[in-house]
């Protein structure tokens, strides 16, 4: 069995976007649970990475499942709106 990290859509948005990356957000939020599972795989193996949030490692997870490549966040650092958290 593959080791993952599951995660919630409603918890990951908000990441990516504070990453910037709402693009990402944004497709996120449409895809089906066999791609959430291999993002989760994906996610697991960017954790590994010594000094990697889990966070960061899911929001790295699914640029590279929707881009196709891996890269990194636009963003080092999360900015957040005013207001939230």
Known sequence: MESKV???LADI???????????????????DDCSLHKI???A?????VPKTILYKAV???VVEYL???KRELRRKKRVFPKGSA
């Not at 948005?13 to 895809?31: S, T």
């Not at 697991?44 to 590994?48: A, C, G, S």
């Open 6 to 8: 599951t995660f919630r």
């Open 13 to 31: 948005a908000p990441q990516l976007i504070a990453y910037g990356e709402p693009e990402a957000a944004e497709k996120l939020m449409q895809l």
């Open 40 to 42: 989760g795989v994906l």
């Open 44 to 48: 697991f193996d960017n954790y590994l």
């Open 59 to 61: 929001c790295l997870a």
């Open 67 to 69: 881009e196709g490549t």
